[in-house]
């Protein structure tokens, strides 16, 4: 079973940064991970998705702030957010076990529980 535990999220200011982590409990067969975040009232987004073999996506709005990675291991993720608005407010949870960078929630297998990030002004 794998497990997938969130970090890092916490509120801050707009115009703040913040590094989100992602750990996993195996590595195997967890090419494609990615980030998604669910705002109060709305559907779970995709934000950024990535493979082991270096191929990114990120959602429209987040490039250029936000930056994927992910350890050779593939048994951990991050994501590093600068320059934070109020719209990035929500639950970012993260989720393993795709088999290509997609901004797709049901394109994933595993989820983590998510951490809140609230972005104030």
């Known amino acids: 079973q794998v497990q997938l535990v969130e970090s890092g999220g916490s509120s801050v200011q707009a115009g703040d940064s913040l590094k989100l982590s992602c750990s996993s409990t195996?590595?195997?067969?967890?090419?494609?991970m990615g980030w998604f975040r669910q705002a109060a009232g709305k559907a779970r987004e995709g934000i950024a998705a990535i493979c082991l073999d270096g191929t990114r996506v990120y959602a429209e709005g987040t490039e250029g702030r936000f930056t994927i990675s992910q350890a050779s291991t593939g048994m951990a993720l991050y994501l590093q957010m600068n320059n934070l608005n109020i719209m990035d407010t929500g639950l970012y949870s993260c989720?393993?076990?795709?088999?290509?960078?997609?901004?797709?929630?049901?394109?994933?297998?595993?989820w983590g529980q998510g951490t809140q990030v609230t972005v104030s002004s």
């Open positions: 195996i590595a195997s067969n967890l090419a494609c």
């Open positions: 989720a393993a076990g795709g088999v290509r960078a997609s901004l797709a929630p049901h394109e994933y297998k595993y």
